[in-house]
């Protein structure tokens, strides 16, 4: 079985500070991706990586891919409240995807 | 598009009884999967399926039953509820395996007493 360990768990923050959230897997996945879940939703798809060592950035946000594809990290700069939320890294092999339990962010004003 | 919808949006079962969770999209995807999520925990597969007849265990299908007659829905089946069950449901669908984009329907949280 394939696991995906997050870290940290829970994060509160204040509105503008930075933030980093790890994804580590003793396994390699043939790529990554990183969703956003807000209440009573289901999880959106914010970044796919798939070369070992690849980053990419969405606005305020960056995520790396590991240079083994074992592990992910997603960075946001200057928090807002709008980015508060369940953030899951979900690793694919095959036709599946395995989640990690995810982070639970709140950003506070 | 409506995308993925999912009926009903929540639901109270009692122990042993027994009742399907609809899933459909329209988007023409190939691949459709079920997921529960159990409080501050993340998606654990149930069952998945990479067509139209085509049907495959998750990670946790003890106790689930799913079917799949046409590529765009994908019921999914709880014989006799068990406490254990009570979680919310997500359904997914990608239109192919691998690196593609999971399209989540909105859930159905279900609680069995």
């Known amino acids: 079985t394939q696991l995906l360990e997050q870290s940290p768990q829970f994060l509160s923050i204040q509105e503008g500070e930075n933030l980093t959230v790890y994804c580590n897997s003793s396994s390699v996945f043939s790529s990554l991706q990183w969703y956003r879940q807000e209440p009573g939703e289901g999880p959106v798809l914010l970044v796919t990586v798939v070369t070992g060592g690849e980053v990419k950035k969405l606005k305020r946000l960056t995520f790396q891919f590991g240079d083994a594809r074992k592990d992910s990290s997603l960075h946001i700069t200057a928090a807002q409240p709008g980015d508060t939320g369940l953030y899951l890294c979900?690793?694919?092999?095959?036709?599946?995807?395995?989640f990690g339990e995810g982070t639970q962010l709140t950003v506070n004003p | 598009n409506a995308g993925v919808t999912q009926t009903p949006k929540f639901r109270i079962l009692k122990i042993g009884q027994s009742m399907t969770l609809q899933c459909a999209q329209d988007m023409n995807h190939n691949y459709m999967y079920w997921y529960r999520q159990d409080p501050g925990m993340g998606l654990k597969l149930i069952y998945y399926?990479?067509?139209?007849?085509?049907?495959d265990k998750g990670e946790v299908p003890n106790g689930y039953n799913v079917s799949r007659s046409t590529t765009e829905d994908f019921p999914l089946r709880l014989e006799l509820a068990a406490p254990s069950q009570t979680s919310v449901y997500f359904c997914?669908?990608?239109?192919?395996?691998?690196?593609?984009?999971?399209?989540f329907g909105p859930g159905t949280r279900l609680t069995v007493t």
């Open positions: 979900a690793g694919t092999s095959g036709s599946r995807l395995t």
């Open positions: 399926s990479v067509g139209a007849g085509i049907t």
């Open positions: 997914a669908s990608s239109l192919f395996r691998g690196a593609y984009e999971q399209y």
